[in-house]
């Protein structure tokens, strides 16, 4: 498996800059998205509308959903919520009126069409992914309805890309705390060219900035900041009002990456497959293709 360091650099940054390019301003979805289990909950409703669509599944309701993630009171007072911000709608059965589907807003497939647009194309960039997908994902929408149709691995297997990876198992738990880590590679991808070569990178993240973007508070991201340096992720100085992140943090990203480019690039080969194909199964420690 190739380092983080043997990496394009310039395509990391990009991808960085891309994925929080996403969330910038969106105050309403980043206070709504802000943990990880709730993206997931919400990914899945999409997944369900669109199994249900090819008739290889059921529609989602709030209490399957409760039934295989838990959180009964957080799942019912975050889908009332998105009902409220109209990007989730209720649906009654035709047959029994006590049956209520949620059903996804046009807003909402667009959303997690345009994430996993940036996923794909990173992914083939960085040598993940089999390329083309990206594109077909973008330009036709029977492939997009089939991509989703075909995702529900990516969320029954999200946990396992971060078993063993300390460092984004913490993230997945704090407010915004994926787009936090992001902010830092961001950062130091950016000051990466002007550092010379095995020299540690010294950058200044812009906490108020981030802040901003995001949606948090500066505090926030200033105790998620110390916390990473606790748990020796990076290394501050604070005459310089800088910070250098440590080894560790970029191993284990690499590993998260790779684990979970493999993820989206299963589905994006199982939106190809005819009906009776076996599932395919993506690696858990994939590494770029050759």
């Given at each position: 498996m190739?380092s983080?360091?043997?990496?394009?650099?310039?395509v990391?940054?990009?991808?960085?800059e891309?994925?929080l390019?996403?969330?910038?301003?969106?105050r309403?979805?980043n206070?709504?998205?802000?943990?990880?289990v709730l993206?997931?909950?919400?990914?899945?409703?999409?997944i369900?509308?669109?199994?249900?669509?090819?008739g290889?599944?059921?529609r989602?309701t709030?209490?399957?959903?409760?039934?295989?993630?838990?959180?009964?009171?957080t799942?019912?007072?975050f889908?009332?919520?998105?009902r409220?911000?109209?990007?989730?709608?209720?649906?009654?059965?035709?047959v029994?009126?006590?049956?209520?589907y949620?059903?996804?807003?046009r807003?909402?497939?667009?959303g997690?069409?345009?994430?996993l647009?940036?996923?794909?194309?990173?992914?083939e960039?960085?040598?993940?992914?089999?390329p083309?997908?990206?594109?077909?994902?973008?330009?036709?929408?029977a492939?997009a309805?089939r991509?989703y149709?075909c995702?529900?691995?990516?969320l029954?297997?999200?946990?396992r890309?971060?078993?063993?990876?300390?460092l984004?198992t913490?993230?997945?738990?704090?407010?915004?705390?994926?787009?936090?880590?992001?902010?830092?590679?961001?950062?130091?991808?950016?000051?990466?060219?002007?550092s010379?070569?095995?020299?540690?990178t010294w950058?200044?993240?812009?906490s108020?900035?981030?802040a901003?973007?995001l949606?948090?508070?500066?505090?926030?991201?200033?105790n998620v900041?110390?916390?990473a340096?606790a748990?020796?992720?990076l290394?501050q100085?604070?005459?310089n009002?800088?910070?250098?992140?440590?080894?560790?943090?970029?191993?284990?990203?690499h590993r998260w990456?790779?684990?979970?480019?493999?993820?989206?690039?299963?589905s994006?080969?199982r939106?190809?497959?005819?009906f009776?194909?076996?599932p395919?199964?993506?690696?858990?420690?994939?590494?770029?293709?050759?």
């Amino acid at each position: 498996m190739e380092s983080w360091d043997g990496l394009p650099q310039d395509v990391l940054l990009e991808y960085c800059e891309s994925n929080l390019t996403m969330f910038v301003g969106e105050r309403i979805v980043n206070k709504l998205l802000s943990r990880s289990v709730l993206c997931h909950a919400l990914g899945r409703v999409v997944i369900m509308h669109f199994e249900a669509k090819r008739g290889i599944g059921s529609r989602p309701t709030l209490s399957r959903l409760q039934r295989s993630i838990g959180l009964e009171r957080t799942l019912a007072a975050f889908f009332a919520m998105l009902r409220v911000a109209g990007l989730v709608a209720v649906e009654g059965d035709v047959v029994d009126r006590r049956v209520k589907y949620l059903v996804p807003s046009r807003h909402v497939i667009e959303g997690l069409r345009g994430w996993l647009v940036v996923q794909l194309t990173y992914g083939e960039r960085l040598g993940f992914i089999a390329p083309g997908y990206a594109a077909r994902l973008q330009d036709d929408d029977a492939y997009a309805e089939r991509f989703y149709s075909c995702a529900r691995h990516v969320l029954e297997n999200v946990e396992r890309t971060i078993e063993g990876i300390p460092l984004w198992t913490w993230l997945s738990t704090v407010e915004c705390g994926d787009r936090i880590g992001f902010s830092l590679l961001r950062a130091d991808g950016a000051a990466r060219p002007s550092s010379l070569p095995g020299e540690r990178t010294w950058f200044s993240l812009g906490s108020p900035r981030v802040a901003s973007d995001l949606g948090v508070s500066k505090s926030h991201v200033r105790n998620v900041i110390n916390e990473a340096e606790a748990r020796g992720y990076l290394r501050q100085d604070a005459r310089n009002q800088t910070m250098s992140l440590e080894a560790s943090f970029f191993e284990e990203t690499h590993r998260w990456f790779a684990r979970t480019f493999a993820l989206f690039d299963t589905s994006a080969a199982r939106a190809d497959a005819p009906f009776t194909a076996a599932p395919l199964v993506a690696s858990a420690v994939a590494g770029p293709r050759p």
